[in-house]
Every structure is written in C-alpha cells, then in structure tokens.
C-alpha cells in the first residue's frame, strides 16, 4: 500500500523562486492537508481541501496556494519562496468527519530551504 | 479557541524505565484526542486514539493513554520503554471546523530520547 505519497523528498530553492509540491494519496479520501512543521511549533495547517475541486485556508497560507483538479492529488504552490517557508511540509489525507472522526495519515514529508 | 499544550520538549530516559509524555488541551466543545508518532526522517503515524468509551486506550506496542475530561489530559504512558521507541511524539485534538469539517489540532512535540 502506497498511502500518501510526496514528491519531492527534498528541495532547496532561491529567494524568489516557485516550485509546487504534489501529495497522492490512493486511499480515495475525501479529505487532503497541507501542514508545515517547524522546531518548537508542532504542524501547522497551511490549506486543506474536503473535495476534488475545493480548497480552503488554514492557519498559515500566506504564501501558498493549492489545487485539487483530481480527487486523488493535492498540489501545494509556492510561487515566490521566502526563507521563512524554509520548513518540512507534510501532506495528509482522511476519511470524511464522522467516519474516523479526524484521523489523517501523513506522507513521509518535503524538506524544503530556501536560501 | 482550541489549544493543545505538551508540557515537555524533551523526555530523556533510559532503557526499560517508566515514561509519561504530558498533553493538556482546551476546548469547549467535546473532542476527539490522538497520539502521533514520527520516528527520524518519516512522517506521523498514529500510535492510538481515543474517540468515545473507555477513557483508557491502548496501542499495540505497549503504550497507553487515558483521557481525563476534568484535568481536560491525555496522557501517554509506557512502563518500560525500549530503543526503538526514541522518537518525536504529537498529541492532537479534532474539533469541528467550518463545513463539518474535524480540524486536526497539534501541540508542538515531545523528543523521547531513550538512552542504553
């Protein structure tokens, strides 16, 4: 079982550069997460999406956006990297609210600096 | 608002001693609490969770947690620890979010370092 998958593993970019990260996940979950974890601050919950074609904002997007085109695929663009994105992002995924109640499984992550 | 405080960053410990890893949270809505587990290098796993019935839950490598609704607690316990158990431990709450969503709520970590 693949789960999720994150592609790439690692990145170093360039202020000012743009990449997008991509998430799959092949458990044909509604819902799929972006998180950002930082020393000392836990995950932090940059977009979510409970649906192919719908997005929404979480603690952090400033900086981001995100597309779900394919229910399956969760993609996290960058479009002008700072080093204050320098962070190792996470994609998750869950059943929808009320079948496991907010359980997620996570992909391996992105390290990500941005020099 | 919703919070999830770990009362230690770090936990040393040596082999096959006793270890508690601490999670309070606030909320005013009834929640759903897990223990994460990210081993060096990986993503989360969940280790166990608690969604309704017996306040004490266990996971299959021998830790437990009991949820404790007047001290709003989740404490993770384990009576011996291994090696292997060296790792960084979330605690986390679900909450509803807008939509009927359940948002996924993290507090910033606990490093177990078992040492030999």
């Known amino acids: 079982n693949a789960g999720v998958t994150q592609t790439p593993k690692f990145r170093v970019l360039k202020t000012g550069q743009s990449m997008t990260l991509l998430c799959a996940q092949d458990?044909?979950?509604?819902?799929m997460y972006w998180y950002r974890q930082d020393p000392g601050m836990g995950l932090r919950l940059i977009h979510y999406s409970v649906g192919e074609g719908t997005t929404a904002k979480g603690e952090v997007p400033d900086g981001y956006n995100v597309s779900r085109l394919k229910k399956q695929n969760f993609l996290l663009g960058l479009e002008s990297a700072a080093p204050s994105q320098t962070s190792v992002y996470f994609c998750?995924?869950?059943?929808?609210?009320?079948?496991?109640?907010?359980?997620?499984?996570f992909g391996q992550g992105t390290r990500l600096t941005v020099v | 608002a919703q919070s999830v405080t770990q009362l230690d960053s770090q936990v040393p410990v040596f082999e096959e001693a006793p270890v508690e890893l601490r999670c309070n949270y606030s909320?005013?809505?009834?929640?759903?609490l897990f223990w994460y587990v990210q081993y060096p290098n990986q993503g989360l796993q969940l280790l166990l969770k608690?969604?309704?019935?017996?306040?004490l839950v266990k996971s299959i490598n021998g830790f437990e947690a009991e949820f404790n609704k007047s001290q709003t607690s989740f404490h993770l316990r384990k009576p011996s620890v291994h090696i292997s158990d060296t790792a960084e431990y979330f605690c986390?709450?679900?909450?509803?979010?807008?939509?009927?969503?359940?948002?996924?709520?993290f507090g910033a970590g606990t490093r177990l370092a078992v040492h030999p």
């Open positions: 608690y969604l309704s019935g017996s306040t």
């Open positions: 986390a709450v679900s909450v509803p979010f807008s939509g009927g969503y359940n948002k996924l709520i």
């Open positions: 998750a995924s869950s059943y929808p609210s009320g079948q496991t109640e907010g359980e997620a499984f």
């Open positions: 458990m044909n979950h509604e819902y």
């Open positions: 909320s005013s809505v009834s929640v759903y």
